[in-house]
């Protein structure tokens, strides 16, 4: 039962939470003195107003004799009251500024009853907390919130809500201690219009039943406690289908069948490998929903119902290996989570390390290496755009009082990341003996935040010969010294899929775009990364090797017509292939750069794109037209990316 289930994560499931204080810079949560337990939050959602009236009871323990002041992260919310639960008194509280991406509700609280005995009964009979705090509000302008209109749905009959929460966007949706470091349980009670589907990360409990004002009522709980992040909810014309023994993919009806194809037997097959490695898995079920095409992120790893681009389904399962990414986040982010942003490598590090231990086992040690080698080309240019001495490059970034920890989103957190994790294995000297550590790191911390002092700590315990030789770089050096890692892995077994791309590459920047035939040479016998790879060899290619931009033309509509790359499924390659026809201003392909900016609105790509764009007076044109057009249906994030890049595009051009 839940109540068992409840019962079972709170004592024995829960591991050991950190030794060390966590500070939180983007958060006014003060965990050293509040900690909330559990939430039960209600949302009665309205598509015509694109607002929710909710409420929220946090079931919060106090850690300080001394404090009575409770304070929750709000952001563009409409705070309407806030009560004791357990005496039904009104509580006082105010509003006031925190930072641009948040405020503080400061809420006083009556004196706790004596020590040994709160008075808060949680719903699952775990042990009752010290107060149960209802707030009342109304939600809807927040960037946590993406309202999507029938005409940018697939479907084009029915709205479409959905949330995404990292780093700190929950709180525009509900109150809360928005703060990875403290974990909760949740139950959720969500209304919405009759014949819309809701699903969200927990168990759901019961579906569609009816309720008053003819709409459907959707119950929810999360046995297992989690960060604020990761609170998310979905709702649409959704329907689902089986993918595995515990796995469904839910979807718009028309990309249901699309969605079945790409990702059937694939997440078994990851969950299995990483099980062996890492430990079982504590979730129950691990379903996927495929969003629109405005979600931000290639996929975001929400526990139970993993979010994920429907830039993925492209008919031939390459990109599945995100899926694999996000599987591996069910261990390392999920159960064992960065204490605060600025350790986000913490989360992301040890998701690469292990995504690729995975794909190691599923697609082979040759496809893992030029994927990661591919990550590695990333890194390199993140580096220099950001430069080699920002703060921003190192492992733990210093983020400052009043920045928004998506500011410091980047790709060191991923690969210089996994640069560090490997660096461990490689110290430890033993393969196995490392993933046995790592099986133990889940164990020891699941359920808890931690902080790299804690990682440090376990590492010790289990390697205590390596206390005082820690190899050519100090784990200090590692966290706090900017710019590419000083350390990389051997990853030689990429070159037998690498050559033949890099040859074909040499082949067509040396190729007479005159002469009647093209290289020999087809990259449709390439797999996923070697094509990647190929593209990624023609974008870096230096300026002299393409020649004047007649040349650059000519090559660019031989490439296509020899290979369709224009034409291609795979978001991967069309980021490539946009990158380089945007490089040489080449418009005869204007168009497909259009409409794949208009077909996804995800992050990764878009950002790229806009800054290629930019930099020529026609790039600037149709930029400004295609953000005009997609703007609505972006996510809030990128909105305010690409206002930045556009901002900037146009002062260059002046």
């Known amino acids: 039962t839940i109540t068992q289930l409840t019962k079972m994560v709170a004592s024995e499931l ?29 949302f009665d959602v309205s598509f015509e107003a694109s607002v929710i009236s909710g409420r929220v009871d946090l079931f919060v323990d106090r850690l300080a004799a001394d404090k009575c002041v409770l304070n929750l992260d709000v952001h563009e919310l409409d705070i309407h009251g806030v009560t004791d639960v357990v005496t039904g008194a009104a509580l006082q509280f105010e509003v006031s500024p925190f930072a641009d991406f948040g405020s503080r509700l400061a809420i006083r609280l009556p004196e706790p009853p004596a020590a040994g005995g709160g008075t808060a009964e949680l719903p699952s009979g775990a042990p009752a907390t010290d107060y ?34 990292q780093a700190c966007l929950n709180r525009t949706w509900f109150p809360c201690q928005d703060t990875p470091a403290i974990k909760a349980t949740f139950a959720a009670r969500v209304l919405v219009p009759h014949g819309l589907q809701v699903m969200m990360g927990a168990e759901r409990l019961s579906a569609a039943a009816a309720a008053a004002d003819g709409k459907a009522e959707f119950t929810f709980h999360m046995a297992q406690p989690i960060p604020s992040y990761l609170v998310a909810m979905v709702c649409g014309d959704i329907a689902s289908a089986s993918i ?6 839910w979807a718009e009806p028309s990309v249901l069948e699309a969605a079945r194809h790409e990702f059937e037997g694939w997440t078994e097959k990851y969950i299995a490998a990483a099980e062996q490695m890492f430990g079982p898995y504590l979730w129950e ?28 389904l492209t008919g031939d399962h390459s990109l599945c290996d995100v899926v694999a990414h996000e599987i591996a986040h ?11 942003w600025a350790e986000f490598w913490m989360n992301e590090g040890f998701t690469m390390y292990a995504q690729r231990r995975i794909t190691e086992q599923v697609h082979g040690v040759e496809f893992t290496a030029l994927e990661a080698r591919t990550g590695q080309s990333l890194l390199g240019k993140e580096v220099q755009e950001l430069g080699p001495d920002s703060n921003l490059t190192c492992l733990s970034v210093k983020i400052a009082d009043g920045v928004d920890p998506d500011d410091t989103y980047s790709e060191v957190a991923y690969e210089k990341g996994y640069c560090f994790v490997r660096y461990l294995e490689q110290l430890v000297g033993d393969r196995d003996a490392f993933t ?17 002092e804690d990682l440090f700590a376990l590492f010790f315990r289990h390697f205590p010969h390596l206390r005082d030789n820690t190899g050519p770089i100090s784990f200090d050096a590692w966290l706090h010294t900017p710019g590419l890692p000083a350390w990389v892995p051997d990853l030689s077994a990429a070159q037998s899929l690498a050559g033949p791309a890099e040859a074909l590459a040499a082949a067509w920047l040396a190729f007479d775009p005159l002469a009647p035939e093209p290289p020999a040479g087809e990259v449709g016998s390439f797999d996923v990364y070697s094509l990647l790879h190929f593209l990624d060899t023609l974008v870096d290619a230096p300026d002299a090797r393409w020649g004047s931009a007649e040349r ?97 595009g146009a002062e260059s051009g002046q």
């Not at 691990?286 to 139970?304: A, I, K």
């Open 285 to 312: 079920n691990y379903d996927l929903v495929v969003m629109p095409p405005s979600f931000p992120y290639g996929g975001m790893e929400v526990p139970r119902l993993t979010f994920v681009t429907p830039c993925l």
């Open 132 to 165: 149960r705090v209802r707030v009342a509000f109304t939600a809807g302008r927040g960037a946590g919130l993406c309202w999507l209109a029938p005409s940018q749905t697939a479907g084009k009959v029915h709205p479409y809500l959905f949330t995404q929460g």
């Open 436 to 452: 046995r550590f790592l099986a133990s790191y889940v164990q020891e911390f699941k359920f808890s935040s931690i902080v790299p």
């Open 14 to 42: 829960m591991g050991t939470p950190s030794a060390f204080p966590i500070e939180d810079t983007a958060s006014v949560a003060e965990n050293r003195y509040f900690q909330t337990r559990h939430l039960d939050l209600f």
């Open 552 to 648: 650059a033309h000519a090559l660019l509509a031989r490439l296509d017509a020899a290979h369709q790359l224009s034409k291609s499924r795979n978001a991967e390659v069309s980021l490539r292939w946009s990158q380089l026809t945007l490089r040489f201003a080449w418009q005869p392909d204007f168009p497909n750069v259009e409409a794949f900016l208009l077909r996804q609105g995800k992050l990764k790509y878009q950002r790229p794109l806009y800054q290629a764009l930019v930099r020529s007076a026609a790039g600037r044109e149709l930029a400004k037209r295609v953000f005009a057009q997609a703007r609505p249906a972006l996510h809030g994030t990128v909105v305010g990316y690409v206002e930045k890049i556009l901002a900037a």
């Open 330 to 340: 069910s261990w390392f982010g999920n159960l064992v989570t960065n204490g605060s």
């Open 244 to 249: 595995g023994p515990r796995s469904r993919v």
